[in-house]
Nanobody
Framework: QLQLVESGGGLVQPGGSLRLSCAAS????????VGWFRQAPGKEREGVSCINKGGSTNYVDSVKGRFTISRDNAKNTVYLQMNSLKPEDTAVYYC???????????????????WGQGTLVTVSS
């Protein structure tokens, strides 16, 4: 059974940091790209970042220089390090793996094989 579980969300002050984790079970992440998405109250879901199996990455402009995506294949886990957090980063964060060719290009176009359940990040003073 293919399953993704996010963790690491919580309440943090503006300027603070959090590290989110996306752990896979039932399959091996080695050959999959993994992406992070977020959805804020009253707003549409947006792609945040993605990492390919070879290590190449992409980021939405609003988080460039602040967020870093990485993967540890030995732990079957992908991380999103979030620094210099802003109130507008408040959202439920989801990880996902792509269908089709299992690369970020497919995930960015909406071809999703599986979603995690989400973890809530709240940035507030």
């Amino acid at each position: 059974q293919l399953q993704l579980v996010e963790s690491g969300g919580g309440l943090v002050q503006p300027g603070g940091s959090l590290r989110l984790s996306c752990a896979a079970s039932g399959f091996t992440l080695d050959y999959y790209a993994v992406g992070w998405f977020r959805q804020a109250p009253g707003k549409e879901r947006e792609g945040v970042s993605c990492i390919n199996k070879g290590g190449s990455t992409n980021y939405v402009d609003s988080v460039k220089g602040r967020f870093t995506i990485s993967r540890d294949n030995a732990k079957n886990t992908v991380y999103l390090q979030m620094n210099s957090l802003k109130p507008e980063d408040t959202a439920v964060y989801y990880c996902a793996v792509p269908a089709r060719g299992y690369v970020c290009y497919d995930l960015d176009r909406g071809y999703v094989e599986a979603w995690g359940q989400g973890t809530l990040v709240t940035v507030s003073s």
